[in-house]
């Protein structure tokens, strides 16, 4: 059974810090990636950043520059953190597992994120 469970979001205040955590538990087969997305209710979720092998990240022009994505090297934990945050960046983040042919396959739970200003 894969299990992906991030921590770490919170209530912070503009131009704050945090970073998110997300463990796999459970085999996959062929990780091609670990990124991280987010959603705000009734809104549709939208991408935030990608790591892939060999260290290639992928980020989300509004995350450019403040957000950095990492990964342990055995994808057992991706990491996001996340600097300079602003309110716009409130959403519940969740983490992903894409294998060979299967972009995002596997989804966390989600954890909120909250910027106050």
């Known amino acids: 059974q894969v299990q992906l469970v991030e921590s770490g979001g919170g209530l912070v205040q503009a131009g704050g810090s945090l970073r998110l955590s997300c463990v796999r538990s459970g085999y996959i087969f062929s990780i091609t990636a670990m990124g991280w997305y987010r959603q ?3 809104k549709e979720r939208e991408f935030v950043a990608r790591i892939g092998n060999g260290g290639t990240t992928n980020y989300a022009d509004s995350v450019k520059g403040r957000f950095t994505i990492s990964r342990d ?4 934990t991706v990491y996001l953190q996340m600097n300079s945050l602003k309110p716009e960046d409130t959403f519940v983040y969740y983490c992903t597992v894409s294998t060979t042919g299967y972009p995002d396959k596997y989804w966390g739970q ?3 994120v909250t910027v106050s200003s």
């Open 73 to 76: 090297n055995a994808w057992n």
């Open 110 to 112: 989600g954890t909120q």
């Open 40 to 42: 705000a209710p009734g």
